[in-house]
Structure formats: C-alpha cells, structure tokens
C-alpha cells in the first residue's frame, strides 16, 4: 500500500500562470475528494470524483479551478489565471465504495501553492 | 447547514500527561458520524478516531478516547499518556448519514504541543 500521492508537493508561481497538480490515490479506491487548506484552518471541500464522474463540485470553486479523473484513477486539478488569494494546501483523499468503518478517507501530503 | 467548532487554537501538555481537546458541532440530523484527525508537521493527514451517532459507547482507540455527548453535540478527544509523537494539529470533523458523497465538514483545528 503505496498511500495517496500527490505531485508537485510545493509550487510557487506568479499571478495570473496556470497551475496543475496531481493526484494518485490509493489503487483500489474509486472515491476521490479535493480540498484546500488555508493556514489556521481546516480543509475546505472542493470537489469529489466517484470514477471518472465529478459528483459534486463546491460552490467555492470559481470557474478558474477544473478537477478531472479521466479514467477513474489519477485525477489532476487545475487553476487558471492563479490570484494570490489561491495560495493554499491543495489536499486530495481517497476511499474504497464501502460503507462502515472503510468510510475513512485517507490523505495525501497535499501541494503548497504559492502565488506571488 | 452543519458547522463544527474548535474553541481552543492552542494547546499544550507534559508528556506523559493526560489532555483533552473540544469539539461542538450543530447539527439538526440524527444520523451522523465525528471524526478526529491529526495533522503532523508537514505530514498528512490520518484518522485517530471515528465515532457513529447512533451508538451510546464512546470510542477509543489505544491510548485515545472520546467523550460523545449527544444531547450536548459535544465530541471531546482525550489523549492520555502524551507522547512527543503526538504533536500536530487535531481536527474534528462530521459527516451526515444522508450524504451519499461522504462528505466532511470540519473545525478549524487545535495545535497540541508536547512539553518535554
């Protein structure tokens, strides 16, 4: 059990660049969540892929941010013209399509965006 | 909605000491289930705890435990035995049992550190 990873782990860049991170989760789960996180604060739900479909996407993700998953796997999540407000730890999850206690979700290391 | 709260930012025990951290959440559903999770310097995160609503047991897992108390929509952790290993910020977290995605809201965060 290679764990979820998620690549880059830090990216600095300037305002108005497009970015793009990636995310592998767990092999056999095929629930997979993103979240961001500001400094202080708790993860923030972005979107949540089951397979290749995007079930729900939250209403704070403007239409600068796209996530895809195109073959239920790997899902990668973009942002376009970068504001210095998206700075923040981009945080991805997986889980298996149990319920009980296999409802965990289990983290990534997430990526550090920086926008200067 | 639901809203998880996290009143202490901060806090600090010796080690070898006992420590419990607050959690309160709003919540109008009966069906739901609370989280503990810890967040290591620079480390992913990983669940420490899982509580369902719909049982009258409190959790625990090894050297942690959980007081739930429903009526009060509390959700304390205690840590006992403090170890230095145990430093990083500990979020709670709720999911509704209607939620077909799973998803999490969490609190803000408490940083616990270990006192030598």
């Known amino acids: 059990d290679t764990g979820v990873s998620q690549d880059p782990r830090h990216k600095i860049t300037k305002r108005g660049q497009n970015v793009t991170f990636r995310c592998d989760p767990i092999?056999?789960?095929?629930?997979l969540y993103w979240y961001r996180q500001t400094l202080g604060q708790g993860p923030e739900f972005l979107t949540y892929?089951?397979?290749?479909?995007?079930?729900?996407k939250s209403r704070l993700l403007s239409d600068r941010f796209s996530a895809e998953r195109p073959k239920g796997s790997f899902s990668t999540l973009e942002i376009q013209r970068t504001e210095q407000g998206d700075s923040a730890m981009y945080l991805c999850?997986?889980?298996?399509?149990?319920?009980?206690?296999?409802?965990?979700?289990?983290f990534g290391p997430g990526t550090r965006l920086t926008v200067l | 909605a639901q809203t998880v709260t996290q009143s202490q930012p901060e806090m600090s025990v010796q080690e070898a000491e006992t420590v419990t951290l607050s959690c309160t959440y709003d919540?109008?559903?009966?069906?739901?289930?609370l989280f503990w999770y810890k967040q290591p310097p620079s480390r992913q995160m990983i669940l420490v705890i899982r509580?369902?609503?719909?049982k009258q047991q409190n959790a625990t897992e090894n050297r942690f435990s959980v007081n739930f108390q429903k009526a009060a929509k509390s959700f304390s952790l205690k840590i006992s035995d403090s170890q230095l290993g145990d430093a990083a910020m500990y979020f709670c977290?709720?999911?509704?049992?209607?939620?077909?995605?799973?998803?999490?809201?969490w609190g803000a965060g408490t940083k616990l550190i270990i006192k030598p």
């Open positions: 509580q369902e609503a719909y």
């Open positions: 919540t109008s559903e009966s069906d739901y289930y």
């Open positions: 092999s056999e789960h095929n629930r």
């Open positions: 892929f089951q397979n290749e479909a995007q079930l729900e």
């Open positions: 977290a709720y999911r509704s049992g209607s939620d077909s995605n799973y998803q999490l809201i």
């Open positions: 999850a997986s889980r298996p399509d149990q319920s009980g206690y296999t409802d965990t979700q289990y």
